[in-house]
């Protein structure tokens, strides 16, 4: 192996020269539909992330509407049953894991150093399923039977009710599993095997990190819910009673195997926010993160204790007490790990010196409001008390919490951070502070107020109710409605950035930004990192990680 | 710079095709296990 030694503003020189051999496919399809390259696919999925975003916002605009004063306004409930079933899966299996498999796609590359993810093929694939999966699952609605309605936990005996469209909705997630199970290898292969010459694994960034133990979460649960939801198919068309209690089936059975798949779930959409509110602190606090190492351990023990605590969905459901207490310390001790990520990123930002640009912005209030999700999870872990708030809106406010302040934060956070970075264009600073102020308003006002709905009795699911709750729900529905308009800003600013912005971006982009996709020009070269870049000091940010 | 060789390059793609495979079949040995353990007990 020859090694020529080169630093940092070499590395954009070289880059910069990689550019005029750039080599992109000419023609809307072979660039598109056939690409092979990491970017082109990151864009794809972060593309259609968003316009299924806006279709389960669409659907949360429905339910919200609805719900807006008692009584049965605008929609038929089992119209309503639908709106909610639809939106959670669109947004869960639609907008927030694909979304994080573009930026997987965009920015592992790139972070280790690799010319691109290790299957490239395959990767077209993974992306590609992906509309004709929802293109299957939104035809539902236009069918007979109408679309799914038991919710998105697809509980028996209420999902075996439903009528032919069940079999398109299971092969839907079919294919959503299969594209998520073929992205996770494409991801695993890339970082054990494509990582640049001295880049060691506690030298990676810790969004790569997130993502490694994200992909290893995604195919250990993947096949689960293949597996149930083709147990549910067979006992729907072919007269199995696998869950039908009819025939000597379990349907509890059903709900041990769903929450095993559904809450290292939360943590796959989840735990890659951790690592985009990890990469974005340090840089805005300039300092290096706090505890590194405590970080990844963190990481792993989270999604360790995400496979060991999945009864506490369903204590409701009746269990020995012994298994009640079991599942209640276990998921108690997920706040053990989540807070010493809260500690370091606190840690990390004391005594900086931060600036407040809309990423930094977007990742504190991640930091703020996912503490309040995690803080009410903790009170529904208890179960005595999770007997009173089971089934109610303190659920769907405390889950609420975790994936759109959280989660949706978090990739607002990074898609105005990189966003510059991939365009090679600044977007509207101002634009996007008025996006975050108006955002993290509104999302207060439409979620808070659902934890004394729960508290008070309303449950979840439910297209009419008492009046006694009528105005916490008005005043949730006007922050749905102020939040869903708001969400237009963000498309405006990206369209803004991408095709009117006249302020080049510099190849490091932000003054604190350390890491090796800051070593590139903005945008990078079509084919990146064709020689592997040297890692130390300079151009990686843990590179005292080293052992 | 750090320049790979041929040789290097085709042997992380053979790595990486390896790391592939065995997760595949990872994923394909949980599906299958776990519908057959479903109609066994059944």
């Given at each position: 192996m020859s090694i020529e030694l080169t630093h940092g503003h070499e590395h954009e020189s070289h880059a910069a020269h990689d550019d005029h051999h750039d080599h992109k496919p000419t023609g809307f399809l072979n660039r598109w539909l056939f690409t092979t390259n990491h970017k082109d696919i990151g864009t794809l999925y972060l593309v259609f992330a968003l316009l299924m975003f806006f279709t389960g916002g669409a659907m949360a605009m429905v339910i919200r509407a609805e719900l807006f004063m008692p009584g049965l306004q605008l929609v038929e409930p089992d119209f309503f049953n639908q709106m909610t079933t639809m939106h959670a899966l669109i947004m869960v299996f639609g907008a927030v894991m694909p979304a994080w498999v573009g930026f997987a796609n965009w920015q592992i590359p790139l972070m280790i150093g690799a010319?691109?993810?290790?299957?490239p093929r395959m990767n077209n694939w993974s992306f590609w399923i992906l509309p004709f999966a929802f293109t299957m699952l939104l035809s539902t609605l236009f069918m007979d039977s109408g679309g799914p309605a038991a919710g998105w936990t697809l509980y028996p005996p209420l999902s075996l009710q439903g009528g032919q469209s069940f079999a398109f909705v299971v092969f839907a997630v079919h294919m959503m599993g299969i594209s998520s199970i073929m992205g996770s290898i494409n991801v695993i292969a890339t970082i054990m095997n494509m990582r640049a010459p001295g880049m060691t694994l506690l030298k990676m960034p810790l969004f790569v990190w997130t993502w490694l133990i994200t992909a290893f979460l995604l195919i250990a649960v993947m096949p689960v819910l293949a597996g149930a939801v083709t147990m549910l198919l067979t006992d729907h068309f072919?007269?199995?009673?696998?869950?039908?209690a009819a025939g000597g089936g379990d349907p509890v059975m059903f709900q041990h195997i769903f929450w095993f798949f559904g809450h290292p779930e939360v943590y796959i959409m989840i735990l890659p926010a951790f690592g985009v509110v990890s990469e974005i602190i340090p840089t805005f606090a300039r300092k290096p993160l706090f505890g590194y190492t405590a970080m990844v351990y963190a990481t792993a023990s989270i999604a360790f204790l995400s496979f060991i605590v999945w009864a506490h969905h369903m204590f409701t459901v009746g269990m020995p007490l012994t298994g009640e207490l079991y599942f209640m310390y276990a998921t108690m001790l997920i706040a053990v790990p989540t807070g010493v990520k809260v500690f370091n990123w606190v840690s990390t930002m004391w005594q900086g010196s931060m600036t407040f640009e809309t990423p930094m912005l977007f990742a504190i209030g991640f930091v703020v409001l996912f503490t309040i999700g995690g803080l009410s999870g903790l009170m529904l872990a208890i179960t005595a008390a999770d007997l009173q708030y089971h089934d109610t809106y303190f659920v769907v406010a405390h889950f609420h919490y975790v994936l759109v302040p959280g989660s949706v934060f978090a990739l607002m956070a990074g898609a105005y951070y990189w966003l510059p970075k991939w365009t090679g264009h600044m977007y509207s600073e101002k634009w996007g502070k008025i996006h975050f102020w108006i955002s993290a308003i509104s999302v207060n006002i439409l979620f808070f107020p659902q934890h004394y709905l729960g508290l008070a009795g309303m449950p979840r699911r439910i297209p009419d109710y008492s009046t006694q709750f009528a105005d916490f729900n008005m005043i949730s529905s006007i922050g749905g409605f102020i939040f869903g308009a708001s969400q237009l800003i963000f498309v405006g600013v990206i369209v803004h950035c991408v095709y009117k912005s006249r302020q080049a971006a510099s190849g490091?982009?932000?003054?604190g930004a350390k890491g090796l996709e800051w070593i590139l020009p903005s945008p990078p070269p079509y084919h990146s990192f064709n020689t592997p870049p040297v890692i130390d000091a300079t151009t990686v940010a843990h590179a005292e990680q080293a052992h | 710079m750090q320049q790979l060789n041929r040789d290097e390059i085709a042997a992380r793609r053979s790595r990486a095709l390896k790391t592939a495979w065995l997760l595949a079949a990872v994923a394909i040995l949980i599906f299958v296990a776990f519908i057959l353990s479903g109609v066994l007990n059944s």
């Open positions: 010319p691109d993810m290790a299957l072919f007269g199995t009673s696998f869950f039908n490091r982009v932000w003054e | -």
